[in-house]
C-alpha cells in the first residue's frame, strides 16, 4: 500500500497563476482533509470530506476550493494565487472522520508551494 | 487563537536523558487526545493516542489531567532517532469540527 500520495512534490507559482494539488489513497478511507502547515503556526485544517460526494470548510478555506472526486481522491485548488498562500500543504485522510473518536489521521507527504 | 499550546523548546539533551513534553489546551469539551512525531520536512506521524488512565508505549508516556486541561509526553533513555518535532493534538470529538494541532515542541538529542 502506499498510503496518501500528494503531487507534486514543489511547485513555484506566480502571483495570478491557478494550480491544483493532487491527493489519493488507497486505504479505503471515507474520510479526507487538506491542511496547510506555516512556519510558527502548526498545522491548519483548509478542507474536509467527511464522505464521497461531502466537502466541508475548516479554518482557513479563504482563496481554495475542493473536489472530493471519488472515494480515493480529493484535489485542492487555488484559482489566483497570492503570495499568502506559500506554505506546506498536507493531505490526510482517515477511516471514518473528526467524529470518529481516537482514530488515526494518516498523511501524505507534503506539497511545498512557493507563490512569487 | 491558543487552543492547543506547547512550549516549542528547542529541547536539546544528551543520548540516555529523560525529557518531558507538556501540552495545555483550552476546549475542555475535547474528548480524543494525541501525540504526532514530525520529522524534519516529513509529514506528521502518530505516536499515540494518549487515555485518560495514562498509557505507555516503550520509553514513551502520555498522561491526561482533563481536570487541568494539560497533556505530557515522557521519553525515557532518549535516542539520537528522537530528534524531531513532537505535536500535541486534541480533537472535540464533534461532527465538523477538526483535529487542532500545537505548533509542536522540538527535541535534538545529541550523542
Known amino acids: 500500500n502506499a498510503g496518501v500520495t500528494q503531487t507534486p512534490k514543489f511547485q513555484v507559482l506566480k502571483t495570478g497563476q491557478s494550480m491544483t494539488l493532487q491527493c489519493a489513497q488507497d486505504m479505503n478511507h471515507n474520510s479526507m482533509y487538506w491542511y496547510r502547515q506555516d512556519p510558527g503556526m502548526g498545522l491548519r485544517l483548509i478542507y474536509y470530506s467527511a464522505s464521497e460526494g461531502t466537502t466541508d470548510k475548516g479554518e482557513v478555506p479563504n482563496g481554495y476550493n475542493v473536489s472530493r472526486l471519488n472515494k480515493r481522491e480529493f484535489s485542492l485548488r487555488l484559482e489566483s494565487a497570492a503570495p499568502s498562500q506559500t506554505s506546506v500543504y498536507f493531505c490526510?485522510?482517515?477511516?471514518?472522520?473528526?467524529?470518529?473518536?481516537?482514530?488515526?489521521?494518516?498523511f501524505g507527504p507534503g506539497t511545498r508551494l512557493l507563490v512569487l | 487563537r491558543k487552543e492547543v499550546e506547547q512550549d516549542p523548546g528547542p529541547f536539546n539533551v544528551p543520548e540516555g536523558a529523560t525529557v518531558a513534553f507538556n501540552c495545555t489546551y483550552s476546549n475542555s469539551a475535547s474528548q480524543s487526545f494525541f501525540w504526532y512525531r514530525q520529522d524534519c520536512r516529513k509529514e506528521p506521524k502518530l505516536l499515540m493516542s494518549?487515555?485518560?488512565s495514562g498509557n505507555e508505549d516503550g520509553r514513551f508516556t502520555a498522561q491526561l489531567n482533563r481536570a487541568s486541561q494539560y497533556i505530557s509526553l515522557l521519553i525515557r533513555d532518549s535516542k539520537l532517532s528522537d530528534s524531531a518535532t513532537y505535536l500535541c493534538?486534541?480533537?472535540?470529538?464533534?461532527?465538523?469540527?477538526?483535529?487542532?494541532f500545537g505548533k509542536g515542541t522540538t527535541l535534538s538529542v545529541s550523542s
Open positions: 493534538v486534541v480533537n472535540t470529538n464533534q461532527a465538523g469540527t477538526a483535529l487542532i
Open positions: 494518549v487515555y485518560s
Open positions: 490526510a485522510s482517515s477511516e471514518f472522520g473528526l467524529a470518529g473518536g481516537r482514530e488515526t489521521q494518516y
